[in-house]
């Protein structure tokens, strides 16, 4: 389906969700953050769906916030309450993109700022064009940050680290985010679509089951106790022992094949 603020297109199991308003640096609209959460909610349980990609249009991923409605006026009609719970509701993209069993890819071709940055630390994996800037950029505008920022930050970069890209808000480049954690992987203009294709490719073409508690694993160890940990990977791992691509790759293993992969 394709909205005039959020194009959905499904191909090969891989849900490619753009955010479309380029004139705008893909800023969020109200409009776009709805259609996201309804898309997310959406491919969390489509079957079809084996990989999710959050990407933005003309050139840049996303400037987060619309700072431009804000300072018209925007929300200033709701009282306190209402605005903090429509911010945790329009929040929920983030943590859908974080916890759904379906490994979930930000591709950013370009800026990546506030909220858009937070949607991107949000997904599973992160890659960049080289040349792309980033930055968390809430207190220039005297804001504190929102869809998860500090604690996606936090996890990836650790809290003193967090702290001073909150704080302070530098710019880094692809290149510096790769250094520090913050993205996956960085590519040139020129092999970004084709490396993108191949990661994103990979990821659709594997045991979808065992990537998704594969995920669940890592996000359980992120928060939890050693213990909590090894429970959880027991239930998780006889969970994948009875799907059909385990059975799969046994019996790949033993004819010394290639697995293929149905997603069941």
């Known amino acids: 389906m394709d909205h005039k603020d959020l194009l959905e297109d499904l191909r090969d199991g891989v849900l490619t969700l753009t955010m479309n308003r380029p004139q705008a640096r893909n800023a969020l609209s109200l409009e776009m953050s709805y259609l996201m959460i309804d898309a997310l909610r959406r491919a969390a349980l489509d079957p079809q769906v084996r990989v999710v990609v959050l990407t933005g249009a003309g050139g840049a991923f996303c400037a987060g916030g619309d700072v431009k409605a804000m300072a018209g006026g925007r929300d200033q009609k709701q009282g306190f309450e209402e605005r903090a719970a429509r911010l945790r509701e329009r929040a929920e993209a983030s943590r859908m993109l974080h916890e759904m069993r379906k ?23 992160r890659l960049a064009v080289s040349g792309a800037k980033m930055t968390v950029a809430f207190a220039k505008v005297g804001l504190a940050g929102d869809y998860a920022a500090s604690y996606f930050l936090t996890q990836l970069v650790g809290p003193s680290r967090a702290k001073e890209l909150l704080m302070f808000s530098p710019v880094l480049s692809a290149e510096q985010a790769l250094e520090i954690g913050l993205v996956n992987r960085v590519f040139s203009a020129d092999s970004m679509e084709r490396e993108v294709a191949e990661f994103v490719g ?52 033993v004819e010394k094949r290639k697995p293929n992969f149905i997603g069941g």
């Open 103 to 125: 490994p979930t890819v930000a591709v950013i071709p370009g800026a990546a700022a506030g909220a858009g940055l937070g949607l991107a630390m949000s997904c599973d994996f």
């Open 202 to 253: 990979a990821l659709a073409s594997g045991p979808s089951v065992a990537l998704g508690l594969i995920k669940n694993n890592i996000n359980v160890a992120a928060i939890s106790d050693l213990r909590t940990s090894i429970d959880g990977e027991a239930m998780n791992q006889v969970r994948c022992m009875a799907t059909a691509d385990h059975a799969e790759a046994a019996r790949a293993f």
